[in-house]
């Protein structure tokens, strides 16, 4: 399993930006897919996910509305798109899977994660 | 959303302690919680899931516990390596939600 970001990126306020998380090694179709914050020195925070299947996303209401999460599954690739950026958006970003971790027990989990995108938000 | 109250925040101890590090759900969430260890600059890694399974490839001197509100990581003999930040997350109802983090500092 390997989830791939896209590279470090600076952007200016109201500007907007997508950032990616290719996925492979696993049957993409199956598995959540989302992303999580983190600002500099700061915790995780959960922004939201999407199940490629069928395309069923939840956000976290501190991120609803200011993010859209979305997938191609013809390239297994999910993404975090910004429509207008704003300083306090300056953070490193994760994606990460989470689907059944063993298939006995049925137990989930968030499992893999990205290397992480810098995204620098600055005038 | 579930609010996940960990504790401490940040914590000094030595090489071959045992360190215990908490997480208070504010519902139940069942045995629903993994525990992660996050390096500088690095991506968090699974540790612990459903509680209290040790995700593959985790040393058998880390241990999870609890159900329902409260859980419990602990660190049998801390290691070097093992100087890191850890955070609880509860996978019950979404949105998902992380505690707070510990920063475990060596002493």
């Known amino acids: 399993v390997q989830l791939v970001q896209s590279g470090a990126e600076v952007r200016k306020p109201g500007e907007s930006l997508n950032i990616s998380c290719q996925a492979s090694?696993?049957?993409?179709?199956?598995?959540?897919i989302g992303w999580v914050r983190q600002m500099p020195g700061k915790g995780l925070e959960w922004m939201g996910i999407i199940y490629p299947g069928d395309a069923d996303t939840r956000y976290s209401p501190s991120f609803q509305g200011q993010v859209t999460i979305s997938v191609d599954k013809s390239i297994t690739t999910a993404y975090l798109q910004w429509r207008t950026l704003r300083t306090s958006d300056t953070a490193m970003y994760y994606c990460?899977?989470?689907?059944?971790?063993?298939?006995?027990?049925?137990?989930?989990?968030?499992?893999?994660w990205g290397q992480g995108t810098l995204v620098t938000v600055s005038s | 959303a579930v609010q996940m109250t960990q504790s401490p925040s940040s914590l000094s101890a030595s090489v071959g302690d045992r360190v215990t590090i908490t997480c208070r759900a504010s519902q139940v969430i069942r045995n629903d919680l993994a525990w992660y260890q996050q390096k500088p600059g690095k991506a968090p890694t699974l540790l612990i899931y459903?509680?209290?399974s040790l995700a593959v490839g985790v040393p058998s001197r880390f241990g999870g516990s609890g159900v329902g509100t409260d859980f419990t990581l602990s660190i049998s003999s801390l290691q070097p390596e093992d100087f890191a930040t850890y955070y609880c997350?509860?996978?019950?109802?979404?949105?998902?939600?992380f505690g707070g983090g510990t920063k475990l500092e060596i002493k």
């Open positions: 459903g509680a209290s």
């Open positions: 990460f899977r989470r689907g059944v971790i063993e298939a006995t027990s049925g137990a989930v989990a968030v499992d893999f």
């Open positions: 997350l509860q996978d019950n109802l979404f949105p998902l939600t």
């Open positions: 090694g696993y049957r993409f179709t199956t598995y959540w």
